[in-house]
């Protein structure tokens, strides 16, 4: 069965630093899509960027880049120079191509920035 | 513009009533999901469906019914509602590639 596992539940750091974030997920499929979504602060979920697992270079879109480490089964989301408006719920998600093709979800983490 | 689109956004029904929430996605997609969100839970799967009339189950199905009658639109039932199903819903259409969300329907169930 698929899972996806966000172990960090709060992260605060400083404006224009960097942060990082872990996600881990299980599955039986050869190919699966990676996801990284935000959720603000009014609830609404904006995707922000995607891995294809059989693309080994690491996607980035804007301030946002991954690190996809496929045989440890991880995809961490790092931002850089972050801003103010960064502060927000990050998703991490998985959908297989072949299996079941539901888009799980892990718990989220929590971004804070501060001035 | 692609688009989901959830209604209602805010719903109080009482112990035992029926709801039906409504999403209606304008992006050809063939998956559309049902998710609630709960405090320390993220998103949890309800049911999906990769087109009309199809009907998969997620991870948390128990108390929810849900029908695909189009391309476009997936409505999710709760026949006999109970406290426990007070959450904030999401609907999201999805062509495996970028999957969009609606913006959520709040339920309270007293």
């Known amino acids: 069965a698929q899972k996806v596992t966000q172990t960090q539940t709060s992260i605060s750091v400083v404006e224009k630093t960097t942060v990082t974030m872990d996600c881990v997920y299980e599955?039986?499929?050869?190919?699966?899509?990676l996801f990284w979504y935000k959720q603000t602060a009014s609830g609404e979920i904006v995707f922000l960027i995607r891995?294809?697992?059989?693309?080994?270079e690491n996607a980035t879109v804007g301030h946002y880049s991954l690190n996809f480490q496929k045989p440890k089964s991880s995809i961490g989301l790092i931002i850089t120079a972050t801003q103010i408006e960064d502060s927000a719920v990050y998703f991490c998600?998985?959908?297989?191509?072949?299996?079941?093709?539901?888009?799980?979800f892990g718990t989220g983490t929590t971004v804070s920035v501060s001035p | 513009e692609a688009a989901v689109t959830q209604s209602p956004r805010n719903k109080v029904t009482v112990t035992g009533g029926n709801v039906t929430l409504s999403c209606r996605q304008t992006?050809?997609?063939?998956?559309m999901y049902w998710y609630r969100q709960d405090t320390g839970h993220g998103l949890r799967l309800i049911h999906y469906?990769?087109?009309?009339?199809?009907?998969q189950i997620g991870d948390v199905p128990d108390g929810y019914k849900a029908t695909r009658t189009t391309q476009e639109d997936f409505f999710l039932l709760l026949e006999l509602a109970s406290p426990s199903q007070t959450s904030l819903y999401f609907c999201?259409?999805?062509?495996?590639?970028?999957?969009?969300f609606g913006e959520g329907t709040r339920l309270s169930v007293l």
């Open positions: 999201a259409s999805s062509d495996a590639r970028a999957p969009l």
């Open positions: 599955t039986r499929d050869s190919s699966y899509f």
């Open positions: 891995q294809d697992s059989y693309k080994k």
């Open positions: 998600a998985m959908r297989e191509v072949q299996g079941g093709r539901a888009l799980i």
């Open positions: 992006n050809s997609h063939n998956y």
């Open positions: 469906s990769y087109g009309a009339g199809n009907l």
